[in-house]
């Protein structure tokens, strides 16, 4: 099993900045692709950005792209995201999640970002 632990999340004004921070820990071996969703009320979750494992590969969702940067510390098998320029609309549960070939993705608790205009 993987375990993830999500931290970073809380209030900030529009136009401020968080990071989130993701710590993989378990049976971390095989573990391709690390990433975030979020969950806004009465939405569905949806991607965020991901990176792959081995490779400089980083894919993000149209809301966020030139505001959100993926970034992983293999040493540390942690994945963060740096979120600049929040918006309202931004507001949602952010869960880390990660994935080996052929599984599921496991994923981490959920984290609070809540950005008031």
């Known amino acids: 099993q993987v375990q993830l632990v999500e931290s970073g999340g809380g209030l900030v004004q529009a136009g401020g900045s968080l990071r989130l921070s993701c710590t993989a820990s378990g049976d971390i071996f095989g573990i391709n692709v690390m990433g975030w969703y979020r969950q806004a009320p009465g939405k569905q979750r949806d991607l965020v950005a991901t990176i792959i494992s081995g490779t400089a590969k980083k894919n993000y969702a149209d809301s966020v792209k030139d505001r959100f940067t993926i970034s992983r510390d293999n040493a540390k098998n942690t994945v963060y995201l740096q979120m600049n320029n929040l918006k309202p609309e931004d507001t949602a549960v952010y869960y880390c999640?990660?994935?080996?070939?052929?599984?599921?993705?496991?994923w981490g608790q959920g984290t609070q970002v809540t950005v008031s205009s």
């Open positions: 999640f990660a994935r080996k070939s052929f599984t599921s993705n496991y």
